[in-house]
Nanobody, 124 residues
C-alpha cells in the first residue's frame, strides 16, 4: 500500500517562499511519476507540477511557471515543491500525488495515490 505524507505548509506573506515535502512509503516511489496539485477555496483541484519517474523531466502549470520548482530524491523516497514569489492566489490545500502507472512521465488525477494535503495560505 502506498502512503504519501505532505509537510511544509503554513502562512506566508505575498512575495515569500515555502518548501513543501512529500514523503512516500516503500521502494516503489522511484519508478513512478509524482506531482503536486492544489485546490484553492471555492475552486476545483488543479495541476501545479509533475516530475517523471527518474526526475529528468518536469512540467508546470502556467500559473506557477517560473516561480515553483518540483524535485525528487528517489534514494530518500521524497519529493519537494519549492514555491517562490508567492501570491495570494496561490492559497490552497496542496496535495502530493503518485501515479499508479510504472515509469510514467506524468500523473493523471484519476490514476494516482494521494496524500492528505497541506494548507498554504498567502496573505496580501
Amino acid at each position: 500500500q502506498v502512503q504519501l505524507v505532505e509537510s511544509g505548509g503554513g502562512l506566508v506573506q505575498a512575495g515569500g517562499s515555502l518548501r513543501l515535502s512529500c514523503a512516500a512509503s516503500g521502494r516503489s516511489f522511484s519508478t513512478y511519476a509524482m506531482g503536486w496539485f492544489r485546490q484553492p477555496p471555492g475552486k476545483e483541484r488543479e495541476l501545479v507540477a509533475t516530475i517523471n519517474w527518474s526526475g529528468s523531466s518536469t512540467y508546470y502549470g502556467d500559473s506557477v511557471k517560473g516561480r515553483f520548482t518540483i524535485s525528487r530524491d528517489n534514494a530518500k523516497n521524497t519529493g519537494d515543491l519549492q514555491m517562490n514569489s508567492l501570491k495570494p492566489e496561490d492559497t490552497a490545500v496542496y496535495y502530493c500525488a503518485r501515479s499508479r502507472a510504472s515509469y510514467g512521465s506524468t500523473v493523471r488525477q484519476g490514476n494516482a495515490y494521494w496524500g492528505q494535503g497541506t494548507q498554504v495560505t498567502v496573505s496580501s
